[in-house]
């Protein structure tokens, strides 16, 4: 009888087994849970999905997400490359998507993000590398006249636009380093706006790529104006050096003055998957095809932002995806051989 409970018994075990160790903590991370090594696609399902890559990216208002769709129409190769362009709650919370959302490969992220990972997730530099630093998406501080300097804003309201956008994470985030305490809103830009103009918001802060709709068109009274903010060691680590001048906002900036400011790097990055696993093949197939075809974003017909796009561009903190490098050092080495 023994005998038979014991038999029994492990059988139970043997079969509970997996359950038990998926839901141990150390396993909830789901990217670590994919299969690594797929058998050869047979039918029809596993063809299509043998060559496609998930890219998170933003908020369907946003740039992130326009910048992801231009992606997939030139990167697009029918069964070979397919790439889904993926809606998110904003592009600050794309890096939370990347480590835990089965089927997201790659994501656009700002590059301050990392801040926030520091301590739930020590390690998040080792755990996603960089493809390609996108573009600068900069500061722009926007204030009434009767505000002078970033300390007259202490105390003041302020518009960090809603929330899941570049400006409602990263603003505060800039304010902080400043040291500038005020009353933060997180309301849309263009009622922000309006309430400037009544002189109930003292300013409105911006994080994207310039030049702003908003004050290209926008007819402003005297005195309204972008505050400047200097480049110091304490940006260094996620930011860089960035300027507005009157060739972008000709009715809020005098021909020939500039104002320093900073702006955050949107950076495209992949999980960091093993390097023959399935789906770091998929992310560097991927990656050859936009590093080869990256002058057909750059033709009329896409966003401007890609003509100024440097794919040797390194991003702080993190590590180039290795295909990625692969493909540069492999041009850089082509380059050397011909006469």
Not at 27 to 45: C, F, H, I, L, Y
């Amino acid at each position: 009888m023994n005998t038979v409970f014991s038999s029994r018994l492990l059988f139970v075990l043997a079969v509970l087994a997996p359950v038990i160790l998926a839901l141990r903590p150390g396993n909830v991370d789901a990217q670590a849970r994919q299969p690594q090594r797929p058998s050869t696609p047979t039918s029809e399902k596993e063809k299509m999905n043998a060559w496609t890559v998930g890219l998170a990216g933003g908020l369907l208002e946003g740039a992130p997400i326009r910048l992801a769709a231009e992606i997939a129409r030139v990167v697009d190769d029918g069964p070979n490359m397919h790439v889904l362009p993926i809606v998110t709650r904003g592009a600050t919370e794309n890096l939370n998507s990347l480590l835990y959302l089965r089927g997201v490969d790659m994501a656009i992220i700002n590059s301050d993000a990392l801040e926030e990972y520091k301590i739930q997730v020590p390690e998040i530099q080792r755990r996603i590398t960089y493809l390609l630093n996108l573009f600068p998406s900069e500061l722009h501080i926007f204030v009434r006249p009767e505000i002078e300097s970033l300390q007259d804003l202490v105390g003041k309201k302020v518009n960090f636009n809603t929330m899941g956008t570049a400006a409602a994470y990263s603003g505060p985030l800039i304010f902080s380093r400043l040291g500038i305490n005020v009353e933060k809103t997180f309301i849309p830009h263009q009622v922000a706006l309006e309430q400037m103009r009544k002189g109930e918001m003292a300013a409105v802060l911006f994080i994207t790529s310039k030049p702003v709709d908003a004050f290209v068109r926008g007819r402003w009274e005297p005195g309204f104006k972008f505050l400047p903010v200097n480049y110091e060691s304490k940006f260094e680590d996620y930011y860089l050096p960035a300027e507005l001048g009157a060739s972008e906002y000709p009715n809020l900036i005098k021909q020939g003055e500039r104002v320093s400011t900073i702006a955050v790097p949107t950076v495209l990055v992949a999980f960091n998957w093993p390097v023959k696993s399935n789906r770091y093949q998929r992310v560097a197939r991927f990656t050859d095809y936009l590093f080869s075809r990256i002058d057909r974003l750059q033709a009329p017909g896409f966003d401007p932002k890609w003509k100024s796009i440097n794919l040797t561009a390194t991003v702080p903190g993190l590590a180039r995806f290795s295909a990625a490098q692969e493909w540069l050092d492999s041009q850089a080495r082509r380059a050397r051989a011909s006469p």
